[in-house]
Nanobody, 120 residues
Framework: QLVESGGGLVQAGGSLRLSCAAS????????MGWFRQAPGKEREFVAAVRRSDDSTHYADSVKGRFTISRDNAKNTVYLQMNSLKPEDTAVYYCASGRAFGSWAYDYDYWGQGTQVTVSS
């Protein structure tokens, strides 16, 4: 129901745009979020966008570098990632949920993840 794409290998300072295609059921009334998980670390919140008013919030580590957006006509959420750093390397997951939150338990549906690797 959630399918991510757009991951890959990029040099530090570069950019990538992740996409997440959702079904109508998991997109239309939900907050959409992005999380990431690096090897040996817990899954962490990256960004979220609320359905009702397109409000957004970000983890401090990505503020000013990443931008989340949603296209309601396409049931798709994006994560534009600029000025990438090696510490951004992780598997990135798309999620949808009813709460405009930053905890994994706020989200009900998850994608399979897409790998982002930033080389130094």
């Amino acid at each position: 129901q959630l399918v991510e794409s757009g991951g890959g290998l990029v040099q530090a300072g570069g950019s990538l745009r992740l996409s997440c295609a959702a079904s109508e059921r998991t997109f239309s009334s939900y907050t959409m979020g992005w999380f990431r998980q690096a090897p040996g670390k817990e899954r962490e919140f990256v960004a979220a966008v609320r359905r009702s008013d397109d409000s957004t919030h970000y983890a401090d580590s990505v503020k000013g570098r990443f931008t989340i957006s949603r296209d309601n006509a396409k049931n798709t959420v994006y994560l534009q990632m600029n000025s990438l750093k090696p510490e951004d390397t992780a598997v990135y997951y798309c999620a949808s949920g009813r709460a405009f939150g930053s905890w994994a338990y706020d989200y009900d549906y998850w994608g399979q993840g897409t790998q982002v690797t930033v080389s130094s």
